[in-house]
Every structure is written in C-alpha cells, then in structure tokens.
C-alpha cells in the first residue's frame, strides 16, 4: 500500500520540487494550499498527480481532516513569524490531533541549532518554533541542507562571476561550506518521508566547498582565473549585519531584506554539516559544484 504523505506549502519552489519527488517515489501526496491560491499553482500540482486540499491554515479543524489518514507530515512553509511559527504551530496540532506519527518541518537550512540568537532572523524563527516543536508528542525529522545552491547564481561577494572573484571571512579561505541544489534536498526529503524510522536531525550537502576551491573550479569552469578576496574579520561581519538590520527596521516585514542575505552568508562560514548522512539514501544522486557552476 502506498504511503500517503501531507505536503503543506507545495505551491512554492521547494514544495513543489518535494510533491514531484514524493510521486516519483510512489507516495500518494496530498497537498494542502491556503484559500486563494493563484488557480494556475494549484493546477500544476494537480498535473504531478498530487491531490489538493484548499484550508484555512487558521483552522486546525480543517487541517486535521486534511491530515487524516496521512503517515507524514512534511512542511515546506515559506514566510516570516506568522507562517514558520503560527501556522506551522497549527500544521504540528492539526497532524498530532489526526494521529499522523511523523512530522517533517520547514527547516532546510545550515544547522541554526549551532548558532547564537541573533545571528541570522530566519533562522531565529525556525528555534522559536522547534520549542513548541521539541515539546510535542510525535515523531520529527529536521532536514538541514546548509545553503542552497542557488545562491552561488546570485553575484554575491562569496562566488561573484560578474568580477571573477571569491571572498571569505575570518582567516576561513579553506573552511568548506555546505551545498544542496533544491531538487537534491527534495528527492532526500521524500526519501525521508517515506521512510518510517527517520531521526531527529538528517544532515545533507550535495557538494562541501571552501573558497579556495571555489576559485578552483571557477576558474575551471569559466576559462578565467578567479581571484581569492578576504572581507574581514566574522566580527566585525557580525556587527556590521547587526547594525544595517537596526538601520532597516522596516525589512523586518520582509522575507529576504538585504541584511537577512548578509546573515545567511555569516551563518554560512560559522557552522558546518557534520557528520553528513548522505549514504542513508543511496539513490539519491547528488549534484556536483561544477555541474552547478556550469550552469551559472
């Protein structure tokens, strides 16, 4: 019999990578969108064979009766307090009320249990609600896939191909840094679904990279030498982000204000994935730095 699985947040970039990789596993998906979903979204999930549920992710009620009959719950909510802590909280409720026994959270991200309050908002968001998480009585499986991949097509100071240069902080030119590409992170979530006897933390990194060899296979891959940049000390990162963010109050509304990409890059060189629990499915093929980089 096939698993049922509950996909809330579907109709995003990371969900609806998730609701495929699931069907492909041969999970029967139902996926949960909020009234007033663009129809053109909900239409697509149910060309990938999902079943979707339109709720009020106000009322645990309704989410209860979508969760029913479902053996996981995986979230993949995008948003600020409102939706990482408040909904999500309601999604937790709902699933444990509908008696599903595992519960997936909206994490994907570097390991935030490792870092400080007030290194990086979003992350912040994610510890608030893992303490109403920690407390509940089912089954949870963080998975924590440190950056996506994608951030090295954006022109940031860490892979900037528009210059040809690669920055870093701290004395951190060989500190590797984790990657997962959007579809590997999916295909090791549904894996992850399905699979009954998940831990509390899986950790994932499709490629682990430093700056000097990002330089490397840069150089590499473009056919022009790259150049090696040092930023500054993690310090003065740190309060330079800390400052810009009180400077900026209203990006506190905002999912990705600037300062908030500025953490994420601290975050970045502050912790690492480890030990790394990729072999735990071997199907899962994992994408390389220079097949990302070539696409750049």
């Given at each position: 019999m096939k698993p049922t699985i509950l996909v809330a947040g579907g109709t995003g970039n990371l969900g609806g990578r998730i609701v495929k990789a699931l069907i492909k596993r041969?999970?029967?998906?139902?996926?949960?969108?909020?009234?007033?979903?663009?129809?053109?979204?909900?239409?697509?999930?149910?060309?990938?064979?999902?079943?979707?549920?339109?709720?009020?992710?106000?009322?645990?009620?309704?989410?209860?009766?979508?969760?029913?009959?479902?053996?996981?719950?995986?979230?993949?909510?995008?948003?600020l307090h409102d939706t990482i802590v408040d909904s999500q909280s309601k999604l937790l409720d709902a699933a444990i009320a509908a008696g599903v026994s595992r519960f997936i959270p909206s994490d994907y991200s570097s390991d935030f249990t490792k870092l400080p309050a007030g290194e990086n908002r979003n992350f912040d968001l994610r510890k608030e609600f893992h303490q109403y998480l920690d407390k509940s009585l089912i089954a949870t499986t963080s998975i924590l896939n440190g950056a996506f991949a994608d951030i090295l097509s954006y022109g940031t100071p860490l892979y900037n191909f528009k210059n040809y240069s690669v920055g870093y902080w701290g004395d951190k030119s060989d500190w590797k840094i984790d990657f997962t590409t959007m579809d590997d992170t999916a295909d090791y979530t549904a894996a992850a679904a399905i699979d009954p006897s998940t831990p509390k933390i899986l950790r994932i990194a499709s490629f682990q990279i430093s700056p000097n060899e990002l330089v490397a296979v840069g150089t590499e891959v473009k056919q022009q030498e790259f150049k090696l940049i040092p930023m500054g000390s993690m310090e003065d990162f740190s309060a330079s982000n800390k400052q810009e963010r009180s400077a900026n109050p209203e990006g506190e509304k905002e999912l990705y204000p600037s300062w908030q990409g500025k953490q994420y890059l601290h975050s970045m060189f502050s912790?690492?994935?480890?030990?790394?629990?990729?072999?735990r499915y071997p199907d899962v093929q994992w994408t390389s730095a220079i097949d990302v980089l070539a696409k750049i």
């Open positions: 041969g999970a029967e998906v139902r996926a949960i969108v909020r009234n007033g979903r663009k129809p053109e979204k909900i239409a697509k999930l149910t060309e990938l064979g999902a079943k979707v549920v339109t709720v009020d992710m106000s009322d645990v009620e309704q989410l209860r009766q979508a969760c029913q009959g479902a053996s996981c719950v995986v979230s993949a909510l995008a948003g912790v690492q994935n480890t030990p790394l629990d990729n072999e």
